[in-house]
């Protein structure tokens, strides 16, 4: 796995403060997505041992509310498995903490997929620029849903997370 930046302190990619780890590679393609700079799979940095340690000591911070994956497109194919075992261990260490991914597939694809069981929301479906709101929380694009994802698995249908 590839990552472009990891954001401290964040307030503007879920709830609370945050840190962010931007995943490198996308591809979905949004025309005027805000991070084109992220599609290319083999761009940024390796996700090492040290970006781990770092990802690791900012979640230690008590002020940290938790984790947002954003991209790029974290639910990149070929990078699923080596996510899927980031956020496991995210889960099992900071148990406290809310995992958010933002991804580009809509929820019906992603929903199945083992990692969702860790997952607390997801932010989910392609930037479209007709449907731009600067007025909406945590998306872009109105189509985007903002979905509680521990709900949405034990009822079988997306729940909101706000709104």
């Known amino acids: 796995m590839r990552y472009h930046n990891i954001t401290k302190d ?23 997505c805000q991070n084109p700079v992220t599609w290319d799979p083999d761009g940024g940095l390796p996700f090492d041992a040290s970006a781990k340690q770092e990802l690791f000591d900012e979640l230690e911070k008590p002020y940290i509310s938790g984790v947002t994956f954003s991209g790029g497109d974290p639910l990149l194919c070929s990078t699923r498995n080596e996510l899927a075992e980031l956020i496991s261990e995210i889960r099992s260490k900071f148990p406290d903490k809310t995992i958010w991914l933002y991804t580009g597939y809509d929820w019906s694809a992603v929903k199945d997929l083992p990692l969702m069981k860790d997952v ?34 034990a009822i079988g249908l997306p729940v909101l997370h706000c709104e």
């Open 10 to 32: 964040d307030m503007l990619n879920g709830d609370g403060l945050r840190v962010v780890l931007w995943t490198a590679g996308c591809e979905h393609h949004c025309p005027n």
């Open 120 to 153: 607390d929301v997801l932010v989910d479906g392609r930037f479209i620029e007709e449907l731009k709101d600067v007025n909406l929380p945590w998306r872009g694009s109105s189509n985007q849903k903002v979905i509680d994802v521990k709900r949405s698995l």
